[in-house]
């Protein structure tokens, strides 16, 4: 069998040259010296932008906690304020942020762990706010009947198909879990407080 | 004011909340007219990224018009028209001052191993974002650009993230002329990414995704050759045949942390939430390309482990470059290309939704209803 270009020391010559490239494509090497890209090199000292008139940032006002990885030696100048911690998924998270650095998986997976503490709570909540979550609406799956829902099914276009079969068993499943723990714990202290 | 907020993994609606404040001198209030839906928000809105909060207002994609400024803010005025990169930034820190924006050590105190961006989560330092009525923008003198009177409003917002990060990520690659490059997903930032390779004098550009309209799309605006992975028993395989089987010079991902074409990863990453991301496309590249090729990497993932194939990426002498795009040192020759009409970021949008929708914004992107490529955010109060 004839050894292929592969095992040569040939580079394998262009499936279109470069004229027609250049005629074919509105902008063909424009940027084809490394100069022209904006990115290169990757670091140099007189990138600073324009408009940062300090050395420091001032530092944005604060007052109480607010959580910061412990690889930071300080509170950067400048932090958002957009959700603070608060309650058990609060507690979790500071836990996560206090005590594990960004290198330990347990600081990531606790964040995780906070997270969905964060949504089982805030969504029992709402059941007794003025604005309840609507666990369908919230889904946009409206949009699978003004959107070509079913349309979308045939062929190769959408994203959603291949694993949709798990989607039931990873979206309801916690709730199913956490509803059987719910029932078999109050079955449990009902039981007790017949034996006491 | 009206904002998107997340209420938990796939569910999101619109509420009434406080409209921001000032906190810093340096920070400006920008009401938003138009703000986008952008491939990485999906990682959010599944789930998939640690500290993201009930409550939180995803959106780093929009523009606005200045609505009030902080007192040492001296480049912007109320009511003038600005884009805004999704990197929060100081401009003064050891990252900003070399040029590395995305990398801003002044902004995020939850992570130091990544900088700042308006609403994707506390790990990335706790900013709510554009998807909303009014949004803080902080450091108002750094990063923030007037938005150039002959740029349609639609191109601005592309350029905000999408396109220079697919710009930046045919950077990454170091292409070199004639190289032969495959960009792996179709997407908003993979199209621009193999429109950008020509530009950078690739000799053959091939795209590679699953959906068949986004690979139209590859071809018709992006010029490229393309390849449904569905199609083929192992893409790897296929790759190599179509690259005289050597490989390509140049591989980008362009999909990161919910790539499919692998049921263990995706199923460990994008549903059970166990990898920082199912990094698929990133395998694929690395046993895609020729032994010392260069890989690009701008698809995001999240800061847990992943099953990434090292072991060949090292035998194989391959460079990994990789960072989130630092969005404004991209600005000026972007415009550039804009104003030729070498890029025409306007063509990528396929839907625009009202703020009041954005419930079914995100299925339609998280699904890719209705040939979905890139939703655009249409605030009430725009």
């Not at chain 2, 404004?328 to 804009?338: A, D, M, S």
């Amino acid at each position: 069998m004839p050894l292929t270009a592969a095992y040569t020391s040939q580079k394998p010559p262009l499936a279109e040259p470069v004229e027609r490239l250049r005629d074919r494509i509105p902008g063909w090497g424009v940027d084809l010296d490394p100069a022209d890209r904006p990115s290169f090199p990757r670091e140099s000292l007189d990138l600073r932008p324009e408009g940062a008139n300090w050395d420091l940032p001032e530092q944005q006002p604060h007052s109480g906690y607010r959580e910061r990885s412990i690889e930071h030696a300080d509170l950067t100048p400048v932090f958002g304020t957009a959700q603070p911690l608060k309650g058990v998924s609060g507690a979790v998270r500071r836990l996560a942020y206090d005590r594990y650095s960004e290198g330990r998986a347990a600081h990531w997976l606790l964040l995780m762990a906070g997270d969905r503490i964060d949504v089982v709570g805030s969504t029992l909540r709402s059941f007794a706010s003025t604005r309840p979550d609507n666990l369908i609406a919230e889904t946009g799956i409206k949009a699978e009947f003004t959107h070509g829902g079913a349309r979308s099914r045939l062929g190769h276009g959408r994203a959603d198909l291949h694993h949709q079969w798990l989607d039931p068993l990873i979206v309801a499943g916690p709730w199913v879990l956490a509803g059987f723990g719910a029932v078999t714990a109050a079955r449990r202290v009902a039981r007790l407080r017949r034996a006491g | 004011m009206k904002a998107m907020v997340y209420r938990g993994p796939y569910r999101v609606r619109v509420e009434e909340k406080p409209r921001p404040r000032l906190e810093h001198p340096n920070d400006a209030i920008v009401r938003v007219t138009l703000a986008a839906i952008c491939g990485s928000d999906l990682h959010l809105y599944h789930g998939l990224m640690p500290d993201t909060r009930v409550g939180h207002t995803f959106g780093h994609e929009f523009i606005g018009v200045v609505d009030e400024v902080g007192s040492s803010v001296q480049n912007l005025q109320v009511g003038d028209r600005v884009m805004v990169p999704f990197n929060i930034f100081c401009g003064s820190c050891f990252f900003c001052a070399r040029g590395l924006y995305s990398n801003c050590h002044n902004v995020n105190p939850n992570a130091t191993a990544v900088g700042g961006i308006y609403g994707y989560s506390h790990t990335t330092g706790g900013y709510d974002g554009g998807q909303a009525e009014f949004v803080r923008v902080p450091f108002a003198d750094v990063g923030p650009t007037k938005i150039p009177d002959w740029m349609s409003d639609e191109d601005a917002v592309l350029l905000t993230d999408a396109t220079p990060t697919g710009y930046f990520g045919a950077q990454l690659g170091d292409i070199v002329e004639g190289d032969v490059v495959i960009v792996f997903g179709a997407g908003p930032v993979g199209l621009v990414a193999a429109k950008s390779a020509w530009l950078m004098g690739a000799g053959r550009v091939i795209v590679v995704d699953h959906m068949d309209f986004r690979l139209e799309k590859a071809r018709t605006w992006a010029q490229a050759e393309t390849y449904n992975f569905t199609e083929y028993d192992d893409i790897v395989v296929h790759m190599k045949a179509i690259t005289d089987n050597l490989g390509a010079d140049v591989a980008i991902d362009a999909v990161g942390a919910e790539a499919d074409g692998n049921f263990l990863q995706h199923v460990t990453s994008a549903k059970l939430k166990l990898q920082g991301g199912s990094p698929v496309a990133l395998n694929w590249a690395i046993d895609s390309v020729r032994k010392g090729a260069n890989i690009s990497v701008i698809g995001a993932y999240g800061p847990l482990f992943s099953a990434v194939k090292f072991g060949d990426a090292m035998n194989k002498g391959l460079t990994l470059r990789m960072n989130q795009c630092p969005v404004k040192r991209q600005w000026p020759r972007l415009f550039e290309h804009v104003r030729n009409g070498y890029l025409r970021p306007s063509e990528l949008v396929t839907h625009r939704v009202p703020l009041d929708d954005i419930a079914e914004g995100y299925h339609v992107m998280s699904a890719k209803l209705d040939g979905c490529i890139k939703p655009l955010v249409v605030p009430s109060a725009a």
